[in-house]
């Protein structure tokens, strides 16, 4: 008896999202210095991103060092 689907999943079960999402929106702007270079650097390469690497990879630092993603466990 197979259980599985197509790629692997289980038929009828549906999937559940995270409490959070898997990024959190930054609703809270404690990163929007880092989210306005990123988002102006884009603005003058022509959106060409690879050049822009270092300013999102300082928007995601600020982001994961914000957001406990994965709570502590007492």
Do not use: I
Not at 23 to 39: A, I
């Amino acid at each position: 008896v197979l259980t599985g689907g197509a790629f692997g999943g289980n038929r009828g079960v549906r999937p559940v999202p995270p409490e959070k999402g898997v990024f959190p929106l930054d609703h809270l702007h404690e990163c929007d210095l880092e989210k306005k270079d990123y988002l102006a650097c884009l603005k003058s390469t022509g959106a060409q991103s690879e050049k822009c690497r270092m300013f999102s990879k300082k928007y995601l630092e600020c982001r994961m060092g914000r957001v406990c993603l994965v709570p502590k466990q007492t």
